[in-house]
């Protein structure tokens, strides 16, 4: 099932059937959720905030994370995918799903103690948490790598 658009490179063709249909899903849901409301939200300087919980009920908070950790247990490439289709609509709200789902849940569930993972991993995957990463700090800026703090 290939993707209804433009595909210069015919990369669907590398893709399993549930991929093109995850991405299919993606699609569909910046067509009807993001893109007829975020002009206004661009114009007012706000959040979509209702579209959270949204997102957590399409499976894309901790969407590459294990099932048995509340997550959605799908693969990197459709967590790409789903980017790809997220940042079509909107940067912002693609960033917001990058830094929930790469720099809150996946160190925690790397790194975390099985309590931490328990206790905030399935409340980041649903959106009943948001997570943030701080990222600046004097005479470094961005560079994490670097960070004292």
Known sequence: MKLAGLDYFDLSSH?????CRVQQSAREFVDNEILPIIEEHFMNGTFPHGL????????????????????????????????????????????????QNSLVMYPIYAFGTVEQQKKWLPLLANGKAIGCFGLTEPNYGSDPGSMKT
């Not at 997102?55 to 099932?67: S, T, V, Y």
């Not at 789903?82 to 830094?99: A, M, N, T």
């Open 15 to 19: 893709l399993s059937d549930n991929e």
């Open 52 to 99: 959270i919980t949204k997102f957590a009920d399409m499976g894309f908070l901790g969407i590459n994370l294990p099932k048995d950790e509340g997550c959605g247990g799908m693969n990197n490439i459709i967590y790409g995918l789903v980017c790809q289709e997220i940042e079509r609509g909107d940067s912002g709200i693609r960033s917001f799903i990058s830094v």
